[in-house]
Structure formats: structure tokens, C-alpha cells
């Protein structure tokens, strides 16, 4: 992928752990999204950033938080990890937010919580 | 708000057979549409996009023409191969909020 990196690729975790996932980006962009991807619901929205210490909720954010201390840095973390967040966790970088520029996702991290 | 349908999957084809997949949104004013494809194990690709009505996105023989008269935005390939089996997912940006994605289409293609 084009200067972003997931990790880790696959985690297994015990509910009631704390979990964090690492997304780094080398192509300095402003624009930073957290997504998790689960079947017969697309992609849905968590968290995004559009700066250093600039954060704000998705359409899903309950149960997740993040931080960005740095621009190349995006963390998520599950408090308190429950089955539900069981999922397929995407995180995205954009140039801008204007029309016409799409999204680089990474890889994605499989997230398994038993 | 903004939304974005596509057709249920899977969609099961013979190589070189055309395609279609269906698209569908909901939003005010003029989105972006785009089209991106996931191969097994990957992330998101961007395959396309059209940022005004009546433009035609186009890529690796892919297409998909913005209609704002019926909201849609399909995806077709005149003759697809075994490499195309992905999901594909259609999204629309729309100033001022986050990219809305459907909930995918899977498309299997077989020899």
C-alpha cells in the first residue's frame, strides 16, 4: 500500500482486555479514519482525525477511542474489548477532504475477541 | 442524510461474461461517486471515480457514468477474467462530511 501500515495484521484478545491498533502513514497527510469492516454492513466509520490532536467521532465510536500525538501516527483503542468488536479494522489517510480525492486504505488488522 | 445501495451478492459469473453491479445513492447537493475494489486478504483500491454529473470514471476496463437524473452510479466491465473476483464497494463523498460506503458486492468469476 502506498506509505501506510497496520499493525498488528491479526490479534486475538480475552474480553474486558484493552486492545490498541497501530495505523502509521508516511505520506504526511492531513486526514486520518479509522473503519471496521463486518459482513452485511460495509464499512462503518469509528473515528477520524484531520490534524494532530484533532479527533472526532464516527458513526460507530462507542467502546473506541483514539489519539494522534503525531501526523504520521493514528492509534485505536478498544477500552475494554467485547465480542462485538470482533471485526476487520481498516484505517484510511486522505490528502484533503475535497472532491475528487479518495481514500488509501491499509491493509487492515483481523481483530478476534473470545 | 447520505446513503449508498448496491446490489446483494454474490454475483457469479463465466470469464468473459459482461458485468453490472448496481449503485444507488442518496444525497443532497453533488457527491463524488467512487468505486473501489477489495481483493481477498487486502485493503480498499480506489478502481474509479466521477466528481460531476455525466462524467464517466474508467479503469483496468472497468466504467461507471455519474447519472444525478436517477442517483446511480453502476459499475460494468464489457468481458470480466478470474483476477476480477473481489468485493467492490461504491461510496460517495459529499463536502463537509466523512466517505459513505454500500455494504459491498462480492463477484466470483469462474473459468
Known amino acids: 500500500d502506498a506509505g501506510i501500515t497496520q499493525s498488528p495484521r491479526h490479534k486475538v484478545t480475552e474480553t474486558g482486555t484493552p486492545v490498541t491498533l497501530r495505523c502509521h502513514q508516511t505520506?504526511?497527510?492531513?486526514?486520518m479514519y479509522w473503519y471496521r469492516q463486518d459482513p452485511g454492513h460495509g464499512l462503518r466509520l469509528i473515528h477520524y482525525s484531520y490534524g494532530v490532536k484533532d479527533t472526532d467521532k464516527g458513526e460507530v465510536s462507542d467502546g473506541y477511542s483514539v489519539s494522534r500525538s503525531k501526523t504520521e501516527d493514528f492509534l485505536l483503542t478498544l477500552e475494554s474489548a467485547t465480542s462485538s468488536q470482533t471485526s476487520v479494522y481498516f484505517c484510511?489517510?486522505?490528502?484533503?477532504?475535497?472532491?475528487?480525492?479518495?481514500?488509501?486504505f491499509g491493509s487492515g488488522t483481523r481483530l478476534t475477541v473470545v | 442524510g447520505n446513503s449508498v445501495t448496491q446490489m446483494e451478492g454474490p454475483v457469479t459469473l463465466s470469464e468473459e461474461a459482461f458485468l453490472t453491479i448496481n449503485c444507488t445513492y442518496t444525497a443532497t447537493g453533488y457527491p463524488s461517486l467512487f468505486w473501489y475494489v477489495q481483493y481477498p486478504g487486502e485493503g480498499l483500491q480506489l478502481l474509479l471515480k466521477a466528481t460531476k454529473a455525466d462524467d464517466k470514471g474508467s479503469n483496468k476496463g472497468f466504467e461507471a457514468t455519474y447519472r444525478k437524473e436517477t442517483t446511480s452510479f453502476h459499475l460494468e466491465k464489457g468481458s470480466v477474467q478470474v483476477s476480477d473476483s473481489a468485493v467492490y464497494f461504491c461510496a460517495l463523498y459529499n463536502a463537509g462530511n466523512m466517505l459513505t460506503f454500500g455494504g459491498g458486492t462480492r463477484l466470483m468469476v469462474k473459468p
Open positions: 505520506e504526511n497527510h492531513r486526514y
Open positions: 484510511a489517510i486522505s490528502e484533503s477532504q475535497g472532491t475528487g480525492h479518495g481514500y488509501t
